[in-house]
């Protein structure tokens, strides 16, 4: 499916610093230390509503990521799928008397729209799960006839992935068997599914129901298939048998991604399926964590529409550290509207202090596990002094200009 419109990405004199990120599997800030040519798959939208403020976050923080890769010079391929077809998209379908169809469209171009007013540098590839299904039945079939899956003794024809099959299971998220099964019941799993050989093994391919969508699964009967193999599908077929970086919110640390890497791991022989496991913190309002259970979201469509500046919004959403639990607030934002208009004036100004200095030290700051907040502290100094009249440096302000955008994607 079609991604949106990237823009230019301006090229800074000289070359960043390797990345470090800290790896939730190995529970430490490490270097990512990928070759010439980066891969990164993050997990994407399920559209069934609009973009909301820990969506825009956890994408910030990948497309952060992927241009602290870009400025040290490697290649990046970014894969993001849209999870086109889930049990969410389809209940809000029911509930709003609409065509399922014509809600995933609707909300997956609201998306793009949001992403492209956000700046994000766009995925090489996205990849709904829909147009993924021949290639997902095939990577459960090769489960089944390996012995790593099984159909449930019903006439359901739902198939799981046998947990057992995975020796490591478990070794990424760092749970507790007791906090697997309690996130596992929470995280839309079904832990209490009758038949089942352990009450944490994942859905791989859901039978044909009447009422909803079905799609041919040859040896499998009718269906649609589970949303972790969606993910180690997608990512295995476009960016090979281990990748740099597997990323999302840290919501999705378990069971989403442990099953993702336990499926590609099982089918490739190769672990671990991603070298670093990266997780964005949640954003919170009013003390709890955004959710469509809660009905607080904020979408970033609406701040739009109120005339909120992105770059702002962008400003606002790396105030903090990625992988903090965060609150939006109002004065978060405020915040970041009087940060974006001292930047522009010092970018205008006819001096300031070393551009050279300045953009090696953001740098600095991003290649350490993306401390944002470190970062805008020294751009925050640069312009007060900027426009204090301090410094000799011709260039600087331009220089400033020019790394806000490479580096933080935002135009000043
Ligand atoms: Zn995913």
Not at 233 to 252: E, R
């Amino acid at each position: 499916m079609d991604s949106w419109t990237g823009h230019e990405v301006p090229r800074l004199p000289g070359t960043g610093q390797p990345l470090a990120l800290f790896d939730s599997a190995r529970r430490a800030v490490l270097s990512t230390a990928p070759g010439e040519a980066a891969t990164m798959y993050v997990c994407g939208i399920t559209p069934y509503d609009a973009t909301h403020l820990g969506h825009a976050a956890t994408m910030i923080t990948f497309d952060l990521v992927q241009r602290v890769w870009r400025d040290a010079g490697h290649r990046v391929t970014y894969v993001q799928n849209v999870t086109d077809i889930d049990d969410p998209l389809l209940e809000r379908a029911n509930r709003d008397g609409e065509d399922w169809v014509v809600l995933a469209m609707r909300e997956t171009a609201l998306f793009r729209e949001d992403m492209e007013a956000l700046r994000m540098i766009p995925p090489a590839h996205y990849v709904g799960a829909v147009e993924s299904i021949p290639a997902i039945v095939e990577k459960v079939v090769t489960l089944v006839d390996g012995g790593a899956a099984y159909r449930l003794p019903d006439d359901s024809g739902d198939v799981y992935f046998d947990v057992a099959a995975a020796p490591r299971f478990g070794y990424e998220s760092n749970l507790s068997r007791e906090q697997m099964l309690a996130f596992f019941a929470e995280r839309g799993g079904d832990p209490e599914r009758a038949g089942k050989r352990d009450p944490l093994d994942p859905l791989l391919w859901r039978g044909a129901r009447e009422g909803e969508p079905a799609w041919a699964g040859g040896p499998l009967g009718p269906g649609r298939p589970g949303w972790h193999i969606e993910c180690a599908s997608i990512a295995l077929d476009l960016l090979g048998d281990s990748i740099d970086v597997q990323g999302g919110g840290n919501d999705l640390l378990f069971p989403h991604h442990e099953c993702s890497a336990a499926h590609a791991e099982r089918l490739t022989g190769v672990a671990p399926f991603a070298r670093h496991y990266v997780h964005a913190g949640m954003i919170g309002l009013d003390g709890e964590k955004m959710s469509k259970s809660k009905g607080n979201l904020v979408f970033v469509s609406r701040l739009r529409a109120d005339r909120v500046d992105p770059m702002a919004l962008r400003l606002a959403l790396v105030a903090d550290h990625y992988r903090a639990d965060r609150q939006w607030t109002d004065d978060l934002l405020k915040t970041a509207e009087q940060r974006l208009a001292r930047w522009r004036a010092a970018a205008a100004a006819r001096a300031g202090r070393s551009g050279a200095e300045l953009l090696a030290g953001v740098r600095g700051r991003l290649a350490d596990d993306l401390d944002t907040p470190g970062a805008l502290a020294l751009l925050d100094e640069w312009a007060d002094s900027a426009l204090a009249g301090a410094g000799e440096d011709a260039s600087a302000p331009a220089l400033m200009s020019t790394l806000a955008d490479a580096l933080l994607g935002v135009r000043l």
